[in-house]
């Protein structure tokens, strides 16, 4: 067989059957996506000290309620552009926000009493939604720790940005 023949043989008995096994095995899982980003909603964002959430943020409404530093209440309107649901939604995917448990917390008994501060955040989808509560004070899993922390900080920067635009 010559050095040519060799090579086709190779490449038909080995790369063609693991491309169709590729094909085979990945195109349901891609096809059938939890969470698609074309069929994203709205973001639900709400933080505060203890069990109080006193701030919030509704992507749907555009409302945006937070205390200044001088404890006054502040509500205004918050429009979020369809890149920045874009980019959030993708950030998701990346932080792998989707694998957390619905409450990233030390124990029960720290989700009952903790004062630490403590951010809930939802996505709303056409078919479904996916929502975590994330303590600052969980020393769990790191990687975990690290993909909800990211997430959040993530979500309250696009907020902020979001906001100096709509000033402008």
Do not use: H
């Not at 056409?126 to 993909?147: C, H, I, Q, R």
């Not at 997430?151 to 920067?157: G, R």
Request: net charge neutral.
């Amino acid at each position: 067989m010559t050095s040519k023949g060799k090579k086709i043989f190779l490449a038909l008995s080995i790369i063609v059957p693991f491309v169709i096994y590729c094909v085979i095995y990945y195109a349901p899982i891609i096809r059938n996506a939890p969470f698609k980003a074309k069929e994203f909603v709205s973001l639900e964002y709400k933080w505060g000290a203890g069990s109080n959430l006193e701030n919030s943020y509704n992507s749907a409404t555009g409302e945006y309620r937070y205390y200044n530093n001088e404890d006054s209440l502040i509500v205004t309107k918050v429009i979020l552009t369809e890149r920045d649901k874009k980019f959030l939604d993708s950030n998701a995917d990346e932080q792998g926000f989707w694998n957390l448990p619905d409450v990233v917390a030390n124990d029960e008994n720290d989700l009952k009493n903790s004062k630490a501060v403590r951010y809930f955040m939802k996505f709303n989808y056409e078919t479904k939604s996916k929502e975590v509560t994330y303590l600052s004070d969980f020393n769990g899993n790191p990687k975990m720790k690290d993909a909800a922390a990211q997430m959040q900080k993530i979500i309250e920067q696009s907020i902020i940005d979001a906001e100096e635009k709509g000033k402008k």
